[in-house]
């Protein structure tokens, strides 16, 4: 380790033999001119004490054990109060004073040497210390930087949770429609979102991403599409061109070849047309008294992938009663111990077997069937299901 490093570590001298302090700047005086050691001295453990708050920096306490007002051994006792694993202690006492010097090891000592001092065993135990030190506040360092990093991401959660919606029902008001929404991160952010919004009085925009990648990158990518996509959807335009209008911005502005896969529909909840394009997602099932269907594919492909790219849309009309639902693929990509899948079987079994069920007990009742699939792995995708029952006008 290179000596720069040692500069910013003082090391304390206890002792109270007053001839000590000249005798160490003299052995090492090329040390200290070379700004590799840097000495602070203190004559008992109250002074010690003092010093420590006086210099912060000090990293190598050498003290001796028998000294007036306060001995090495109680200082060792009052720096282990002080739990501070960047501050290490060396013990110098006589060789046959071999109880007080086991007693200062088991109270925390760092090393011990004897005297009469070698000043070149004094140099290699100082060296190896100040390594240790060096070690020791690196690693805090680090962990200082994840602290600050998940304070950071824990942020980020609660800002992406505030940005998707959480209350339901919604729209209290309406009878017509009913909507429900849940999304689980795989991490602290994720990629996943869902979004629904009223464009006029009588059309509901509705959509579900999945992006690129995971985390932080991916969080903010989700946040800027679903913004996108909510306030072109509120221009009241067709779901394609609302779509190929967000391609193309996503395309100017994505980074690190990110996309986003998305199905956005248009729901008339007065007669129950339903126009939609699917952009490169999971096609939703449609719950209704014909059975369960996955509702046709647009052909249209990711968004923020390539630039001026037509969509297509489809309709189809809801008929009072039908349900759609909408999922990411951190459904079906759930996996066992044994590495199977939730797969699409299952989710269809499981829709096919509560009919009756409400829009909200669908998903949650989704989520914990595949969280029980999954039991003891954890979730490696974001999971995101979004469900909307149209009951029609009286």
Known sequence: ???????????????????????????????????????VFAHNGLEALTKLIEYPEIGIILSDINMPEMDGLTLLMKLKELKNPGLKTVIVSAYGDMDNIRTAMNRGAFDFLTKPISFDDLEITINKTMEEIIQVRHSMEEHDKLLFIQQDLQTAHEIQQAILPKTFPPFPARTDFDVYAAMVAAREVGGDFFDFFMIDNDRLGFVIGDVSGKGVPAAIFMAVSRTLIRATGLKAIPAAECMHYVNNLLCNESVSCMFVTVFYGILNTHTGE?????????PPYLLSQGGLKKLEMTGGTILGYLENYQYNSSKIMLEPGDRLFLYTDGVTEAFTKQEEAYGDKRLESFLQEHPGHSIEELVKGLLQEVNDHSAGIPQSDDITLLSICFTGRN
């Open 1 to 39: 380790m290179s000596e720069s490093k040692y500069k910013n570590v003082k090391i304390m001298v206890v002792d109270d033999e007053v001839d000590l302090e000249s005798l160490i700047i003299q052995k090492f005086r090329r040390q200290i001119r070379d700004g590799l050691y840097d000495f």
């Open 274 to 282: 339903l126009e939609y394009v699917n952009a490169g997602h999971n």
